[in-house]
């Protein structure tokens, strides 16, 4: 059974435990981009403040497995206000792009569901950084290969939920079976929808293929930065061949008739 | 498309550069390939100046390759999974797929390499005597198709590789890399082989002729490739066509790479001098066009 | 209700019940901020006011609710207000109000700084023949002074009434002043009272829950007792879903309070023996401060006192030293934070403990404070980083500028490392009261030691140097009772051995027998005699018998979860809880049950006798009532405590019983919140002539200049608080990578009105000035910041959060060198939550 995790942005209060957490479980340190030495200070200083309503973060990185989105829609007048909050991170895809893209096998899913990389098996190569449609998984100057989200591979396989569902203080984080966070999302989405909130909706049980981490919006997913129907990449390999090999063909064709004799020669036997 | 997917970071000089030499290696050797299957003696020199240029053409490759590796030294795990020790492929994965071809295309066009030299008494060595005749017992059409196989793979693969990607220019110019790319092969490597026969002075005339007609075929098709690609892409083509990259692409590939060469064949064949130094320039001119083109597509995806 | 707190960002764990309650049960949350925050996104309604005029929009809501057809109507209202409260209650006929007197009251002092209450004081019918003629016992003394009962007229026409005068003093804060005054829209005002209204009642209940949004004015005491009538007067206290939710500042805290680190009390909200006052001798000392408020449970006053000297010095406290009160220290002035640091920077204080704290950053008008450091002799500083304070006198701004030289500065400075909240082991007491005992995990790292190891070491040396002195001010710590040495077992497993006993500190707190050192179930249990100990009365029963510590406990249920830690008083976790039941004694309705009165269960009294009648609550609620009080008694009209508490008073620490809609002593600056504008404001009081707070605490001395009312210098409203990401000052937060990352950089939240105005662009440098100083930010323009329409003026607001100094990976500057030593005169709280600046672009300095 696959496990993965319910992110109810709904009841996300934007407080980041989640990136703290997961940073304190994984061991991993503050994003190296993030921060600059300076004279006579013995430590490096932070300098990432973007201006970008509480996100510092920017985006996930190797560094930044977990990252909360801002989206403040205010209009001029203030008698419309609202302001989202949503923590993306890996969405552990059933059809994981970065999975497909992977020339070496490091990338692999586990019993759980979960996809995560073998640091040791990893060469460096960045192709599976494209090829992730949410631009999740990225590359380590430090380490010369990529990391991303592991879903807490080794608590969930130690009778533990993620680090980030744990500390998350509302719930809005919750990890389990995906099909009974399902049902949860269902129940939660229609009774946003009873309350009102019509433009709720949930992203990822069609997505790419399908997403064991997967979310409950509560405005169109392009407000959270989020691919409308992304596919993942490979779906596209055969026809892509396909279209190249016809186009092979036609340049052999087109080489083979440049080439021959117009006419005069033909058939005539050649020796090399 | 997906506003959030993240570039590789793959430097120009690394992975662009690879895209090209190896499409110009692959080029010249499918053209070689091709014209050995239609065996007229006139045309051997296309065939052998080829099998001279693209290996050591490919041999670049693997260095820039590892080097852009995280971690270089593990650059053998794409044939074998370090867990099993078995050889590896990934059926899904164009590098994977890719890589295993450009080890088995390097192995042939060192073959052929070899085969040339040997053939011309250029290495008097017995085992390679030996090598020489086992070689030639194999029939010439056979291993020529399958050369140019490995040739247009080489060639096209890295096309699709950038295609089977998330960022919004590659995704949205999905499916037409391929074709461009081993377009852009056939004239890079038919121009390569232009100017190595100039170099050579003894040009056949004939075959370079055919040479030459065979480019400009192949430059009006890459022209209808690229207009095609950018109609398919639609406003996510805009890297390509602004700041450095447009004029990268339109300045250096469309221009410079095919417009201009293709006037300057066109004004060749009409005035019916044989202008040796203005084929080159044309030759010349598609081979920068084909470098641009590379890097414009590939630098352009990753902004 | 959320009001003067951003719970969600400050108290993140705790808003999941909130938000738990609007998503599983339909609450409707509200949040009233001059901001709109983190809290106001997850809130159903937003409602922004002005900084500093949360008692106009309270008192308007009130207006609203009293004058309103369903609380006129509903009889829920009537009975609960008419004898809960002390609604119905005379008030002396010469009391003035603010609005006879333009916003001060009756008994104003000449030089307009103090008030006299006896124009505030309760109409009183005969005092009673005392009980006792002879004073044998402290609880005889108070005997001899019972007052009478106060006089009341039930229907609450008479004008004299609490009502009447309630009703009079609120009739102008209406839905229009709101928006006047306070800049939010009249239909989002009159939402959140009607959602109030219509959300208390029989069946349903509303709470209001704030932060020091409210304590940090100089009305904060005024604000905060403000809630309290609202929900006094919507029957809200004392019963499930309802009450006033005080949101601490700091983890454990409400401990310090409770244990009292304060200057001005002993622990279990005692009174410090102050020198000022008549308190001369131990009697002297009960009839000042327990007989105003005898007639109430604190009729056990002496109990309680007698309990605590006896605590601190064991043996040597005896009834021929009045248990030591004779040495006990008395304070002489306002010995808090503030003042503190102005006698500091007059050379007056020598040597100073800072211990977890660090005023260089989170002290008002933080350079005042930084100089005031440097006139010192010596100073220890215990953290567990460097923090700004302890090497003020090497790097700081006063440093790098020049104004301070560090040769110059003779203050010897000892900085000694402090252990962190998981090498200690004790007590945690949270902000609901809830005792929950913390468990060591590691020790400390090589020389950083606990703050109690700290204080019991140091006390131990301190005991060593006096020991041979004949003085009678070191009598105090020369017999100090100061024995706290561990059981093996408590340190077998950790490398300092030495680590005092938490467990012996919780045990002297609770109390026990002083003979056979048995601990006490219960307050009840304690004497004026000498012959019990407690540390704290209010904590008693936490440890009710030896081996037993209820702080321990972990068993939770989906409600009142008794058998989860241990709530003070007497594990009662709804303080008042006796009005969660009507006036015979029945729940106001099923689904608000709690506590209430059955007739037929039989107890046993303590002598073993059974009695009939008695109150209960299946959900495992203690009773905060006398446990056998029938609903109908009626109490000894010359009794103190509980005996003079009838069965309708639920108020049981209020010395009539009832919760007070109207304040006859106990606050100085009012018997009734009144709208002050704040110390420093762009407008004038449009309510009253009285502009601010005429008994705000200030200081006149070099280095604190203040702003003139409506200053064109300085025209914008700042406002300072904190953000999820940081705590306080930052010295703990600042230092670690994943929250330095997290914000950087000190940040101004701006709209973008006031930005265009200035010319000031996002993610750019900004600079912020008042008279004390002026410091730069990154300017974040937001439309959650909003210009606010103040009686046709448009009035601008920013928002500072201030965890910044300039120690540690994250830096920036310090947003207190920009706020004033001014205070609120009850309890001398900074207003830190608004005053008034101006903004430029650009860098300080004038660099771009």
């Known amino acids: 059974m696959a496990k993965g995790m319910f992110v109810d942005t709904s009841i996300c209060t934007g407080c980041k435990a989640c990136q703290v957490a997961c940073k304190e479980w994984n061991g991993l340190p503050g994003e190296p981009a993030h921060f600059h030495t300076v004279p006579d200070r013995p430590y490096p200083v932070a300098f990432n403040f973007t201006g970008n309503s509480y996100d510092n973060t920017g985006k996930l990185s190797a560094t930044d497995w977990r990252h909360v989105r801002f989206i403040e829609q205010f209009n001029e007048g203030r008698t419309e206000g609202r302001w989202f909050f949503s923590s993306d991170s890996c969405k552990h895809c059933k059809d994981a792009g970065c999975l497909n893209a992977c020339p070496v096998k490091a990338i692999v899913r586990t019993d759980m569901g979960n996809v995560n990389v073998q640091q040791d098996v990893c060469i460096g190569c960045k192709y599976c950084i494209p090829a992730c449609p949410y631009g999740v998984i990225s590359f380590s100057e430090q380490t010369g290969t990529v990391h991303k989200c592991t879903l807490c591979n080794d608590r969930i396989h130690n009778g533990l939920g993620t680090a980030c569902a744990k500390a998350c203080p509302t719930g809005s984080i919750s990890f389990g079976e995906v099909e009974d966070l399902k049902k949860k999302a269902d129940g939660r989405l229609a009774q946003l929808k009873g309350l009102g909130f019509l433009k709720a909706n949930i992203y990822g049980y069609s997505e790419a293929g399908g997403l064991n981490v997967f979310y409950l919006f509560m405005d169109d997913p392009a407000v959270y930065g989020q691919p409308i129907n992304p596919v993942v990449p490979q779906r596209r390999l055969f026809r892509s061949a396909a279209i190249t090999v016809v186009t092979a063909i036609a340049i052999a064709a087109a080489a083979i008739m440049s080439f021959r004799e117009r006419g005069i020669q033909k058939n005539k036997e050649v020796t090399p | 498309m997906s506003p959030e997917s993240q570039a590789p970071r793959w430097e120009w000089y690394y992975i662009a550069m690879y895209f090209y030499i190896g499409g110009v290696s692959a080029g010249a050797y499918f053209i070689g390939s091709l014209v050995e299957l239609l065996n007229k003696k006139e045309l051997r020199q296309v065939s052998r100046t080829a ?253 | 209700m959320i009001m003067g707190s951003n719970m969600a960002e400050c108290h993140p764990v705790a808003f999941r019940w909130p938000l738990q309650a609007k998503t599983d049960h339909g609450a409707v949350l509200m949040h009233v901020d001059p901001r709109f925050t983190r809290t106001s996104a997850l809130c159903d309604i937003h409602a922004p006011i002005r900084a500093g005029t949360d008692i106009l929009f309270l008192g308007a809501i009130i207006n609203q609710v009293i004058n309103s057809t369903r609380w006129n109507t509903d009889l829920f209202f009537k009975e609960y207000v008419v004898n809960y409260t002390n609604a119905a209650i005379l008030v002396n006929p010469d009391y003035k109000d603010a609005e006879d007197l333009d916003g001060i009251f009756s008994g104003m002092s000449k030089d307009g700084k103090s008030y006299s209450t006896d124009t505030w004081a309760y109409q009183r019918g005969p005092k009673p023949n005392p009980a006792v003629s002879e004073a044998k016992t402290f609880t005889d003394l108070l005997l001899q002074h019972v007052p009478g009962r106060p006089k009341t007229d039930l229907t609450l026409q008479n004008p004299q009434t609490v009502f009447q005068i309630l009703k ?295 005991k060593k140097l006096y020991a041979n002195s004949p003085n009678d001010h070191d009598w105090p710590i020369r017999n100090l009772f100061w024995d706290y040495e561990p059981e093996p077992s408590e340190v077998e497993n950790f490398r300092i051995k030495d680590e005092p006993s938490a467990h012996k500190v919780l045990k002297e707190i609770n109390g026990y027998t002083w003979a056979d050192k048995k601990p006490l179930p219960t307050f009840a249990n304690l004497k004026e005699d000498g ?292 205070a609120d005169p009850n309890v001398t709280i900074h207003e830190g939550k608004v005053f008034t600046c101006n903004v430029r672009a650009g860098k300080r300095g004038g660099a771009a």
């Open chain 3, 168 to 462: 009079k003093h609120y009739r102008r804060y209406t839905p229009e002043m709101v928006e006047k005054v306070c800049g939010c829209p009249k239909e989002t005002f009159l939402k959140v009272a009607e959602t109030l209204l219509n959300n208390s009642g029989r069946d349903k209940t509303s709470n209001i829950t704030y932060a020091v949004g409210w304590t940090q004015h100089t009305v904060g005491v005024q604000i905060i007792r403000l809630a309290g009538v609202l929900q006094a007067l919507l029957g809200n206290i004392g019963r499930p879903g309802g009450g006033i939710l005080a949101l601490r500042g700091h983890a454990t805290i409400q401990g310090s309070t409770d244990i009292a680190t304060l200057y001005h009390s002993l622990p279990g909200y005692l009174n410090m023996p102050d020198a000022r006052k008549n308190h001369e001798t131990l009697k002297d000392f009960i009839l000042t401060e327990a007989g105003p408020v005898a007639t109430s449970y604190w009729g056990n006053y002496p109990k309680f006192a007698v309990s605590y000297f006896k605590a601190q010095w064991g043996d040597a406290a005896t009834k021929e030293n009045n248990y030591g009160y004779d040495y006990h220290p008395k304070i002489t002035d306002d010995h808090s934070h503030l003042p503190m640091f102005v006698h500091m920077m007059e050379g007056q204080i020598r040597g100073f403990f800072v211990m977890g704290q660090n005023p260089a950053v989170g002290g008002q008008n933080a350079r005042f404070q930084r100089k005031a450091l440097a006139k010192l002799d010596w100073m220890v500083v215990r953290d567990f980083y460097e923090t700004e304070t302890s090497v003020f006198w090497k790097n700081s701004p006063e440093i790098k500028s020049g104004e301070l030289k560090t040769a110059d500065i003779k203050t010897e400075v000892f900085f000694l490392p402090a252990a962190c909240v998981a090498e200690m082991e004790g007590s945690f007491t949270n902000t609901q009261r809830l005792l929950q005992q913390h468990e060591k995990a590691a020790d400390p790292p090589e020389d950083a030691r606990s703050d109690i190891w700290f204080t019991y070491d140091l006390g131990k040396r301190l």
């Open chain 2, 51 to 303: 099998y001279l240029i693209a290996f050591p053409l490919i041999c670049i490759t693997p260095v820039l390759l590892i080097a852009d590796l995280g971690q270089p030294v593990r650059f053998w795990h794409l044939f074998f999974y370090t867990k099993d020790g078995m050889p590896y492929m990934n059926l899904t994965s164009p590098l994977s797929v890719g890589t295993w071809a450009l080890l088995v295309y390097s192995g042939m066009s060192f073959l052929s390499f070899l085969n040339v030299l040997a053939g011309e008494g250029r290495l008097p060595s017995e085992a390679i005597k030996k090598f020489h005749t086992l070689f030639n017992r194999v029939p010439h059409k056979v291993y020529a198709a399958a050369g140019s196989f490995f040739g247009f793979f080489v060639a096209g693969y890295t096309g699709v590789l950038v295609n089977t990607t998330a960022r919004p220019l590659w995704e949205a110019s999905d499916p037409l890399f391929g074709p461009i790319f081993i377009t852009s092969a056939a004239s890079t490597g038919a121009a390569a082989l232009a100017v190595a026969m100039l170099w050579q002075k003894s040009t056949a005339r004939d075959a370079f002729a055919h040479l030459e007609r065979f480019d400009r075929v192949v430059m009006i098709i890459e022209l209808v490739l690229i207009g095609a690609m950018i109609v398919v892409a639609g406003r996510y083509a805009a890297p390509l066509l602004t700041g450095q990259f447009g004029v990268m692409f339109l300045g250096g590939t469309v221009l410079l790479g095919i417009l201009v060469p293709l006037w300057l064949t066109w004004r060749r064949a009409a005035s019916g001098a044989a202008n040796d130094s203005m084929a080159m320039l044309a030759a010349v001119l598609v081979l920068f066009g084909g470098l641009m083109l590379r890097i414009s597509l590939v630098q352009a995806g990753q902004l």
């Open chain 3, 531 to 822: 012959s019990t100990v407690s540390g704290a009365w209010i904590y008693t029963g936490v440890m009710p018998e030896d081996g037993v510590n209820k702080a321990r406990n972990r068993q939770g249920d989906n409600w009142i979860s008794p058998n989860w830690g241990f709530a003070w008083p007497a594990n009662r976790h709804i303080m008042y809880n006796r009005a969660s039941a009507d006036l015979q004694g029945k729940p106001w309705s099923e689904k608000k049950k709690l506590v209430y009165w059955d007739p037929n269960k039989e107890v046993k009294d303590p002598s073993g006798k059974i009695i009939r009648g008695s109150w209960v609550s299946p959900a495992g609620e203690g009773i905060d009532f006398q446990p056998t009080k029938a609903p109908n008694f009626r109490g000894r009209d010359n009794g103190i405590g509980f005996d003079w508490l009838s069965g309708n008073d639920p108020y049981i620490m209020k010395p009539d019983g009832k919760a007070w809609l109207f304040a006859p002593a106990g606050t100085v600056d009012g018997p009734l919140p009144t709208h002050y504008e704040p110390y420093e404001s762009p407008t004038p009081n449009l309510v009253y002539k009285q502009q601010s707070n005429p008994l705000a605490k200030t200081w006149f001395v070099e280095g604190n200049p203040y702003h003139k009312v409506a200053d064109p210098k300085y025209p914008i409203v700042v406002s300072t608080y904190r953000v999820t990401e940081h705590h306080l000052s930052g010295t703990m937060s600042r230092w670690l990578p994943w929250l330095a990352e997290l914000m950087p950089e000190l940040f101004c939240e701006i709209s973008p009105e006031l930005a265009a105005e200035k010319g000031i662009k996002n993610a750019e440098y900004m600079t912020i000035e008042t008279a004390r100083g002026e410091i730069q930010a990154r300017a974040l323009v937001t439309r959650r910041m909003r210009p606010f329409m103040i009686n046709g003026k448009v009035i601008h607001e920013i928002g500072l959060p201030w965890h910044w100094g300039w120690q540690a990976r994250a830096e920036g500057d310090v947003a207190n060198n920009l706020s004033a030593l001014v």
